[in-house]
Structure formats: structure tokens, C-alpha cells
């Protein structure tokens, strides 16, 4: 019996009520994306209920869906990747990471060039592309790493695989990663390796590493396997828990790599949680204000859903939701606080049962520790009965 939870991250369903306070009023990842593209024809996912959760032009509602959907609030303040995962999983956050929008103090990259034994470029917010292109050659010729930030709490460093290799760059992210608490508790260190030869050909590569605080206490993840059972981390699952909780990690190189480990996992796992991010909405197309991009992706995924689904077995639960919203139509290269979607199916499921607006992601969270009858979390509330036949 196993629960196969597949995060589409940045794939948000509709503005907050507050969302206002962080500036993304208007926000709505997947409808926006399905109109700015003329319609996407989600076939897939419009059998699981899509369509039921928000607007898509060329997906909409399913009368007679097959599985259980609705989407759900965020109660952590916030809208980072972090703060999205660490309630799915039961931790919600009372106060917001800290963020530096004028880029970081003098005296702390000041210590950090100490420690590093190298002077910096850049220090301030900042796209990840726009800035290698802007700072790319001039780090090839020092030897200097990038350092930059954005809405969210991020201390991203960037640097070159032939002039920083990747044991070197993700050393120096540790260091980062060990000064970056108290006064400066930053969420996550992020490396950002890049190849290339010039302004114009600078791409990042999935070396990509994060370095994330602790989720400061038990998470499902951590529950799972305390009860014995598998848990494998796909995708950047194993960096966001701070490589708590797994009895496996496995890396991906994009989207159709994940599902191609998640695909692989499931034919190994009898018994636990496989944990799957799907990066590519979020890294490639969200942050880059691409909706041909991300429409591109979510059709991606929606033709090898089926994969996943006639590999589930008769106790097994698949769930697909997202940690945020990244709305590649408004000005905005950030996160933007938004519902997310839950979509549920298993021959054990209800089909069509309509969750509608759960009050936090820990409701998910809380409700594979129900099915998987290990410790309740701190937070959430199952809804377990509700779609269980």
C-alpha cells in the first residue's frame, strides 16, 4: 500500500484572499497560462476533475470524473517552495522566511568572502538568467561566484562548471548554508551552475543544489519512515527536507526525468510514500514569464499521466498537487500566492467527490498518515473518509 504524491510546482489555481498583501492580485497560474496560450486540452487530468478546480480554456469541467479533486489554501505565510512542501507535509510556518529585497548586508557578505576566499558579484534580486547574462563573462574572468536573490528567502550562488567545478561550488553553498541562521536565517541556499561561452549561450544546468534549513520539527516524511515504511524522495524532495526523512533520493534532470524515476520507484516501493517535485513549471517557465513554455509542460505531463495510473496497484493512492503558484502571464517573475489544486485517484477513491476549499496543505499531508496509519501530524485535517469508497 503506497501513496504516490506528485508536486507540479508552481502550478497554482487561483489568488488567496490575501493575496493583495503580496502584490499577486489577479494571480492564476494554470487559467492564465490556458488563455494566454489559446486553450490547453488537458485530456487527462480532465478525466481526474482539472477542469472541476478553476477555469482552463480547452479543459473544462468534467461531469462524471474518476477521481476526488479541490484545491486548497495556504495557512503559512509565505509562498516559497519550502514553505508550499513543509505543509503539504504537516509544518505550517507562522511567520515568513526572511526575505532581502535590497540584497544582502555588507558585514555578511563581507564574512562570506572571508570564509570563501573570494570576492562576490552581483548581491542584489535578481533573475537567474538575466543575471548570469549580465555577469557571466565578468565571473569567468575572476573567478568570482554570483550571488543573488528574489522575492523569496534565497541565497542563490551562481558560477560557471568550468571555473567553479560543482564539489567546490556546492562547498561554498555550505558555508553559506552554515552562516545563514539567526539574524540571517535565510530558507534556502541555492547553487546555480551554468555552462557556455558567452552572454548569449549562458544556459543553467541541473546541477542546480539547495542547502535548506530544517524543517523545525516532525513532518510526514519523518513519520513514515519512523513507522517503517519507504520513503523516496524524486526531484529536489531530498534538498527541501534537508535530506530528512528518506530512505532514498534520486535526482532528476526535468520533468519527463521525474516521471521516468517516479514510474521506476513504483515498481519498487510495495509499501511507503514516493515524493516526486516536478521543477520545469516553476524554474523554466514560471520565473521566465513563458506561458507557451508552461503550457507546453503541463500537456507534457498530462500524456504520461497514464503511465502512472496503470502502474497504481489496487491499495494505492496517487495524488497530484502543487506548493505555489508562479503566474507566467502577469509582470512578475516570483512566486504569487495561490490555491493549489488536489486531484486524487485509486480504485479505493470516490469518483467525483468534490473536495472543495480545504483551509491548509497539511489537510493532504494528514491524510496519507491516516491511510498509511502512521503518526498524526501536528497539523491538518484528514480527509480520509470523506473519499475513501
Not at 565578468?138 to 528567502?153: F, L
Not at 510526514?220 to 523516496?232: F, H, I, P, R, S
Not at 493512492?317 to 506548493?323: C, K, P, R, S
Request: aromatic letters at 8%; hydrophobic letters at 35%; proline letters at 4%.
Amino acid at each position: 500500500m503506497k501513496v504516490v504524491l506528485i508536486v507540479l510546482d508552481s502550478v497554482g489555481v487561483g489568488q488567496l484572499e490575501d493575496a493583495k498583501l503580496y502584490g499577486d492580485e489577479g494571480s492564476n497560474t494554470l487559467s492564465n497560462t490556458s488563455y494566454a496560450v489559446g486553450g490547453i486540452e488537458l485530456k487527462n487530468m480532465y478525466k481526474l476533475g482539472i477542469g472541476n478546480i478553476t477555469d482552463i480554456k480547452g479543459t473544462p469541467p468534467n461531469p462524471n470524473p474518476i477521481g476526488a479533486f479541490g484545491k486548497s489554501k495556504e495557512k503559512s505565510k509565505g509562498k516559497d517552495t519550502i514553505t508550499g512542501h513543509w505543509e503539504i507535509a504537516g509544518v505550517v510556518l507562522e511567520e515568513p522566511f526572511k526575505t532581502f529585497p535590497n540584497g544582502f548586508p555588507e558585514e555578511l557578505i563581507e564574512e562570506f568572502e572571508r570564509q570563501i576566499g573570494r570576492k562576490v558579484l552581483g548581491n542584489k534580486v535578481a533573475s537567474g538568467t538575466e543575471i548570469i547574462k549580465e555577469l557571466g563573462e565578468q565571473h569567468m574572468k575572476t573567478g568570482y561566484p554570483i550571488v543573488y536573490t528574489s522575492a523569496d528567502s534565497v541565497f542563490q550562488i551562481a558560477a560557471h562548471e568550468d571555473v567553479i567545478p560543482l564539489d567546490e561550488l556546492y562547498r561554498i553553498c555550505e558555508i553559506a548554508r552554515k552562516m545563514l541562521v539567526g539574524k540571517w536565517l535565510v530558507a534556502r541556499v541555492i547553487a546555480r551552475p551554468f555552462i557556455g561561452k558567452g552572454r548569449n549561450s549562458f544556459v543553467r544546468t541541473y546541477n542546480r543544489k539547495d542547502f535548506a534549513v530544517e524543517p523545525p520539527y516532525e513532518t510526514l516524511l519523518d513519520n513514515v519512515k519512523e513507522a517503517g515504511l519507504e520513503v523516496v524522495g524524486i526531484g529536489k524532495i531530498e534538498d527541501i527536507f534537508a535530506k530528512r526523512g528518506l530512505s532514498m533520493s534520486i535526482h532528476t534532470e526535468g520533468n519527463m526525468d521525474g516521471i521516468n524515476k517516479t514510474l521506476q520507484a513504483m515498481d519498487e516501493v510495495k509499501d511507503g510514500l514516493i515524493f516526486t517535485n516536478l521543477v520545469d513549471y516553476d524554474m523554466l517557465y514560471g520565473h521566465r514569464n513563458d506561458p507557451i513554455g508552461y503550457a507546453k509542460a503541463l500537456l507534457e505531463f498530462d500524456e504520461r499521466l497514464p503511465e502512472i495510473i496503470e502502474k497504481l496497484e489496487k491499495e494505492d493512492i496517487l495524488i497530484i498537487t502543487a506548493d505555489h503558484g508562479c503566474d507566467p502571464t502577469t509582470s512578475s517573475t516570483d512566486h504569487s500566492r495561490e490555491h493549489v489544486p488536489i486531484l486524487i485517484y485509486g480504485q479505493k477513491i470516490k469518483k467525483g467527490y468534490n473536495l472543495g476549499v480545504r483551509e491548509s496543505f497539511s489537510d493532504i499531508g494528514q491524510t496519507v498518515a491516516e491511510y498509511l496509519k502512521v503518526k498524526t501530524l501536528r497539523n491538518g485535517e484528514s480527509f480520509l473518509k470523506e473519499i475513501l469508497i
